[in-house]
């Protein structure tokens, strides 16, 4: 059970929209399986040391910090050391990580911890969303996002491991009536794209997507991205790459493992590999793409400070097709846990 609050700027605030999309694309490259029939790896020779774990259990609480900021506090009883969300910031962060959800109230969005929709002795974190909202800037957006910034040295390496749960409203997804290119759950940025003062700006994006607009199966969807910030602040991003996990349908309705492994590199060795494996299920290989995992003209990157391992963020036109429906878009996260290396 993990939450994160973060002290925050004026700026981070104004900048967080990260909502802008696609430009050109260029094709990735799919590594072969590394282990024949089934391209899976050993996690062990990827994780590196462990930077945090939270199963969400008590005392772990969301709590306000603002109107449009709340932030995650306490030490999971449940586990036995880098489990307290306030020491985050000192120990890992120079920063204090924080729920952004850049406008809206309570009454069309939240992050808190919940019962498990399954299993009524288990605490999770819960995100819901049932309207947009303007956001600052003016766009219309909806969004809840964990912002884990200000990692102190840069991860070059790191893994993350999140139990993910997605209720019933998702399969009616599968009759969205377009293509779904827009539903953000995990966002690494290399480097951050809203600040005037940091070149090389690029993000990698996680999301749920569907890739045709007839209706279907929901597959993960990933890209990666060069960003151009203009004067005015407004956002230019080219897309270098993308992927798609047509393979496999996203699970709906029972809880399944999330596990990724990023690596920072140029187009022959940066990489991002991902697996799920839902409850009862076999884990299967998602992703395993090697390409530009920082900005396409950074010489010399140094590795990772900001990123969201926990976001659902989409369009006003997706949230509208579920209020027409009487419903809202929930995801729910448990048993999160961060490596380094």
Same mark, same amino acid.
């Given at each position: 059970?993990?939450?994160?609050?973060?002290?925050?700027?004026?700026?981070?605030?104004?900048?967080?929209?990260?909502?802008?999309?696609?430009?050109?694309?260029?094709?990735?490259?799919?590594?072969?399986?590394?282990?024949?029939?089934?391209?899976?790896?050993?996690?062990?020779?990827?994780?590196?040391s462990l930077v945090f774990q939270s199963n969400f259990e008590p005392p772990c609480a969301v709590v306000?910090?603002?109107?449009?900021?709340?932030?995650?506090?306490?030490?999971?009883?449940?586990?036995?050391?880098?489990? =307290?969300?306030?020491?985050?910031?000192?120990?890992?962060?120079?920063?204090?990580?924080?729920?952004?959800? *850049?406008?809206?109230?309570?009454?069309?969005?939240?992050?808190?911890?919940?019962? =498990?929709?399954?299993?009524?002795?288990?605490?999770?974190?819960?995100?819901?969303?049932?309207?947009?909202?303007?956001?600052?800037?003016?766009?219309?957006?909806?969004?809840?996002?964990?912002?884990?910034?200000?990692?102190?040295?840069?991860?070059?390496?790191?893994?993350?491991?999140?139990?993910?749960?997605?209720?019933?409203?998702?399969?009616?997804?599968?009759?969205?009536?377009? @293509?779904?290119?827009?539903?953000?759950?995990?966002?690494?940025?290399?480097?951050?794209?809203?600040?005037?003062?940091?070149?090389? /700006?690029? /993000?990698? @994006?996680?999301?749920?997507? &569907?890739?045709?607009?007839?209706?279907?199966?929901?597959?993960?969807?990933?890209?990666?991205?060069?960003?151009?910030?203009?004067?005015?602040?407004?956002?230019?991003?080219?897309?270098?790459?993308?992927? *798609?996990?047509?393979?496999?349908?996203?699970?709906?309705?029972?809880?399944?493992?999330?596990?990724?492994?990023?690596?920072?590199?140029?187009?022959?060795?940066?990489?991002?590999?991902?697996?799920?494996?839902?409850?009862?299920?076999? &884990?299967?290989?998602?992703?395993?793409?090697? *390409?530009?995992?920082?900005?396409?003209?950074?010489?010399?990157?140094?590795?990772?400070?900001?990123? *969201?391992?926990?976001?659902?963020?989409?369009?006003?036109?997706?949230?509208?097709?579920?209020?027409?429906?009487?419903?809202?878009?929930?995801?729910?996260?448990?048993?999160?846990?961060?490596?380094?290396?």
């Amino acid at each position: 059970m993990k939450s994160f609050f973060s002290c925050f700027t004026i700026a981070i605030l104004v900048f967080s929209m990260h909502g802008c999309k696609k430009a050109t694309t260029q094709n990735t490259v799919v590594n072969p399986p590394g282990n024949p029939g089934t391209g899976l790896i050993d996690p062990a020779t990827l994780k590196g040391s462990l930077v945090f774990q939270s199963n969400f259990e008590p005392p772990c609480a969301v709590v306000p910090i603002n109107a449009t900021t709340d932030k995650i506090t306490g030490k999971d009883a449940q586990l036995g050391s880098s489990n =307290d969300w306030d020491a985050l910031q000192g120990n890992v962060l120079s920063t204090m990580p924080y729920f952004n959800y *850049n406008g809206g109230d309570l009454s069309k969005r939240f992050a808190k911890i919940s019962t =498990d929709p399954v299993s009524a002795s288990n605490k999770v974190l819960h995100y819901s969303i049932n309207d947009s909202w303007t956001e600052t800037g003016g766009d219309v957006k909806a969004r809840v996002q964990y912002e884990f910034y200000g990692i102190k040295g840069g991860y070059k390496e790191f893994y993350q491991s999140v139990r993910i749960f997605l209720p019933d409203e998702f399969s009616l997804l599968r009759k969205y009536p377009n @293509t779904i290119k827009w539903l953000t759950i995990v966002e690494i940025w290399n480097n951050i794209t809203w600040s005037q003062t940091v070149p090389n /700006r690029y /993000r990698l @994006t996680l999301g749920i997507g &569907k890739l045709i607009p007839t209706e279907s199966d929901l597959h993960f969807i990933l890209d990666g991205q060069d960003c151009v910030l203009n004067p005015d602040g407004s956002q230019k991003y080219t897309t270098l790459w993308s992927a *798609n996990g047509a393979k496999t349908a996203v699970p709906i309705g029972k809880w399944f493992t999330m596990e990724y492994y990023f690596k920072e590199g140029n187009a022959k060795n940066g990489r991002f590999y991902m697996t799920i494996e839902p409850d009862g299920g076999k &884990k299967e290989m998602i992703f395993d793409v090697t *390409n530009v995992t920082h900005n396409s003209s950074d010489t010399a990157p140094d590795g990772v400070t900001h990123f *969201n391992p926990m976001k659902m963020y989409t369009s006003k036109e997706l949230i509208a097709y579920l209020r027409q429906q009487g419903k809202s878009l929930n995801i729910y996260w448990d048993d999160f846990k961060l490596w380094k290396k």
